[in-house]
């Protein structure tokens, strides 16, 4: 997981960085979100979550802006904007590289 | 503790969190909920039974639980049950299909990271696996024999039931955890517990082994293994006592103790240590340490009477001259009293119950008549 902070990310990390995107976010609000996002396609556990946040936060990612009693409210850093660009742009390659096979 | 709590051993490996997780439901399912651990042991409070799903969750870089951790597990219908033995915050859920984890890489990242960190706590095993070795390791005697023969002398002389405690306690705590780690690992790989899981009782014994040598440790450490006696307060036999206030007692202080040397600790039976020595000098002008009078006393306090006995026969068995021990009828409280006397050397060997002396005299001095003086140095130790 270490190497894919800065190379591919795994689904449930690339939808919580989505959910930064448009506001900052504490954890419960993330876990709405993907499965509002996703359908419910994408469930997010509360030990994968946490793991990713504490992943994210190290890494740079995110950052802690708030503690309000049992809420930690976090935003993204323009490093965090800059995977998650990275990130969709690998995917966006992935897709054409896919669609062209198919003709 | 309530009523409503009980105490149980933890009968699998607590590094198989597997295992472990399977133990606490079916114990839910007997209505015993986990609660806390201490050691091996595990509290749990009675509840209605019900069939829960736990999980452990690898405490990583933290001692208290996390509020949001515990924000994030509750939100998804898990509740926080308390702490397994730092290792782990345990949580619950009715729910039979809820997962903790959903994504397979964040598992690994965090089963990873603890893995490690149980590395570093081998590390620190075997850190105190040489720091006991190393402390005791002079409590090897040398020969099997002599350990056979003079069994109490060589307990008394040197740490050995320390060192062997050690080694065994820590053959039970290293076999713990090596086999604690494979278990980890096989977690790690996705593969269910086997027998090694339930290897949760090497802990409990070599705890149990390791709890004296720690506790006889710290005696030392903390100099409580030595406590000498002044002299003037104790009721000890001097050397001017046998040979008259006239005598004059050498001026080394090396020969001519002040004081009496005192000590033991819980696995190193009480000993006391005394010896005086007449002046070196002599009218021609010389010295010599073995013509000059002394007095030697040796006691030991063993916490059987068994053990006193053994020892009185072993100070018995050493052939210092060529005659053997008489044994005298008790006197003054003694149990035994075994005496060799010669024109100019003597040995008394006297016994009540777990003490036993050891008298060394140089000296005209008859030692048969200070039997009743020595049994009352004995009770007023």
Redesign the interface.
């Given at each position: 997981?270490?190497s894919?902070a800065r190379g591919p990310l795994?689904?449930?990390?690339l939808y919580v960085l989505m959910a930064f995107l448009k506001q900052d976010m504490c954890?419960?609000d993330i876990?709405e979100y993907v499965s509002r996002r996703t359908g419910g396609r994408?469930?997010?556990?509360?030990?994968?979550?946490?793991?990713?946040?504490a992943?994210f936060q190290e890494d740079g990612l995110i950052e802690e802006i708030a503690v309000d009693?049992?809420?930690?409210t976090y935003r993204l850093t323009d490093k965090g904007k800059e995977t998650y660009m990275d990130e969709l742009g690998r995917l966006q390659m992935c897709l054409r590289d896919g669609e062209e096979a198919l003709l | 503790m309530n009523k409503q709590s009980c105490w149980k051993l933890m009968p699998v490996n607590g590094y198989d969190i597997f295992a472990i997780e399977s133990y606490l439901e079916r114990m839910a399912e007997q209505g015993l909920l986990f609660s806390m651990t201490a050691g091996p042991l595990t509290l749990y409070c009675h509840d209605e039974a019900k069939t829960l799903q736990f999980?452990l969750?690898p405490m990583i870089d933290k001692s208290e639980a996390?509020?949001?951790?515990?924000?994030?597990?509750e939100?998804?219908g898990?509740w926080y049950l308390g702490t397994f033995r730092n290792n782990y915050f345990v949580f619950a859920t009715e729910n039979p299909e809820?997962?903790?984890?959903?994504?397979p890489?964040?598992?690994?990242?965090?089963l990873k990271r603890f893995s490690k960190q149980k590395l570093i706590s081998g590390l620190g095993l075997l850190a105190f696996n040489f720091f006991l070795l190393s402390l005791y390791h002079r409590g090897w005697p040398g020969s099997w024999i002599y350990l056979q023969y003079f069994t109490m002398e060589t307990i008394s002389k040197y740490p050995v039931l320390p060192l062997l405690l050690s080694i065994l306690g820590l053959v039970f705590l290293d076999l713990y955890y090596l086999l604690g780690f494979l278990c980890l690992l096989r977690f790690r790989a996705g593969k269910a517990a086997n027998k090694a899981s339930r290897s949760g009782w090497l802990l409990t014994v070599g705890i149990l082994i390791l709890i004296p040598v720690v506790i006889n440790t710290f005696q030392l450490f903390s100099g409580l293994d030595y406590r000498p006696i002044d002299l003037e307060d104790s009721n000890f036999v001097t050397l001017s006592e046998i040979e008259g206030p006239e005598f004059r007692l050498t001026g080394n202080r090396m020969y001519n103790m002040d004081y009496i040397s005192h000590g033991g600790t819980l696995l190193d039976p009480e000993n006391w240590y005394f010896q005086q020595y007449g002046t070196f000098s002599n009218r021609d002008g010389g010295s010599n340490i073995n013509d000059v009078p002394r007095l030697i006393l040796s006691i030991n306090r063993y916490p059987m009477k068994a053990l006193a006995e053994k020892r009185a026969q072993e100070w018995r068995a050493y052939r210092v001259m060529e005659e053997e021990y008489q044994s005298l009828s008790p006197v003054g409280g003694l149990e035994e009293i075994h005496l060799l006397q010669s024109d100019e050397r003597s040995y008394l060997i006297l016994r009540q119950g777990g003490t036993v002396l050891r008298v060394e005299y140089q000296g005209d001095k008859n030692l048969s008549k200070f039997v009743e003086r020595f049994a009352q140095m004995l009770q007023d130790l």
């Open positions: 997981m270490k894919k795994t689904e449930p990390m954890g419960i876990t994408v469930q997010l556990g509360p030990g994968t979550l946490y793991t990713i946040l992943k009693g049992r809420k930690r | 999980h969750e996390d509020t949001e951790l515990n924000a994030l597990y939100d998804a898990w809820a997962k903790a984890y959903t994504d890489d964040s598992l690994d990242y965090v």
